[in-house]
């Protein structure tokens, strides 16, 4: 069965800094997909960023990137400039590619709080 | 922009009733998806449903659990006899494709059990 990890219950940053969160997972497979979510206070969930385990080519969507080391199976996610607005929890997600299963494998999740 | 809509927003219930949490996923969308999260852990995968059956399930959900697409339109997830640990957001989810395409997610539905 499929693990992820977030070693980082907390952190903290400060505005227009850049803060990166780690997220290690478990899979036999080689291939899958990778997923950061964000979940404001609202609580809806919402895809900050994917990665899909074939391309070795790291993904960035804006101010947000990640470093992806698929031989140490981990997934860390890089925000850039943060905004007070990225204050949220951020969760790590891993999705199989084999075996007919199309759910998502979270991790517990880390609150990042951006500091004015 | 579509977006998947859960009503109601929160629904408080006595330990023994049922319940009936809707969703309306996005009208294209294909693969629909329930999941939880009991408040301040991480959020849980119960179930999947494609082409109008159940193509995958967890430990959690067990019989007291059931899914629906009545009408095309709405999923539901019927909780037939609550406990006090169905306490939790539940989150319905829905995707267009397999794979890497991205799950859009409800605002989710806020459950208290007492």
């Known amino acids: 069965a499929q693990t992820v990890t977030q070693s980082q219950p907390e952190m903290s940053v400060q505005e227009a800094e850049t803060v990166t969160l780690s997220c290690t997972y478990d899979t036999s497979e080689n291939n899958y997909y990778l997923f950061w979510y964000k979940q404001p206070p609202s609580r809806q969930m919402i895809l900050v960023i994917r990665?899909?385990?074939?391309?070795?080519q790291n993904a960035t969507e804006n101010r947000f990137s990640v470093n992806f080391q698929k031989a140490a199976k981990s997934f860390s996610l890089k925000i850039s400039d943060s905004q007070l607005g990225d204050t949220a929890m951020y969760f790590c997600?891993?999705?199989?590619?084999?075996?007919?299963?199309?759910?998502?494998?979270f991790g517990k999740g880390t609150k990042l709080t951006v500091n004015p | 922009e579509p977006e998947v809509t859960q009503t109601p927003s929160h629904q408080v219930t006595q330990m023994g009733q049922e319940v009936i949490l809707r969703c309306v996923p996005i009208s294209n969308h294909l693969y629909f998806y329930w999941y939880r999260q009991i408040l301040g852990q991480k959020v849980e995968f119960l179930v999947s449903f494609y082409n109008n059956e159940i193509s995958e399930k967890s430990e959690i959900f067990d019989d007291q659990f059931s899914v629906e697409r009545p009408d095309g339109s709405n999923f539901t997830l019927k909780i037939r006899s609550t406990k006090l640990e169905d306490s939790a957001m539940y989150f319905c989810a829905s995707n267009l494709e397999a794979g890497f395409t991205e799950a859009f997610f409800g605002q989710g539905t806020r459950l208290t059990v007492v």
């Open positions: 990665q899909e385990a074939y391309k070795q």
């Open positions: 997600a891993f999705r199989a590619t084999q075996g007919g299963s199309e759910k998502l494998v």
